[in-house]
């Protein structure tokens, strides 16, 4: 065989491959409850991280980069 039809023959495997490792299959009702523990989540304290978020805001408002005017502590 000529090398570049064997390359091309290579890619093309690789890429059926690829994609066919790439199936999505939809979750059952019964396989949401792993899902959805306090540890999967992306902020298991969802207090802690509003009040991060609301002090992190407050004080980038002071210099205008976010668009929000204010500034300050964040204790309003």
């Known amino acids: 065989m000529r090398p570049d039809l064997l390359l091309r023959l ?3 495997l690789a890429c059926g491959a690829s994609l066919a490792a790439c199936a999505t ?3 059952q ?3 949401r409850a792993h899902l959805a523990r306090w540890d999967m989540r992306w ?5 802690q991280t509003a009040m991060k978020q609301h002090a992190y805001f ?11 005017a204010g500034g300050g502590c964040g204790c309003n």
């Not at 407050?58 to 929000?68: F, L």
């Open 10 to 12: 290579v890619c093309a």
């Open 25 to 27: 299959t939809p979750v």
């Open 29 to 31: 009702p019964w396989e």
């Open 43 to 47: 902020d298991p304290d969802s207090v």
């Open 58 to 68: 407050s004080k980038e408002g002071s210099n205008g980069t976010i668009g929000a």
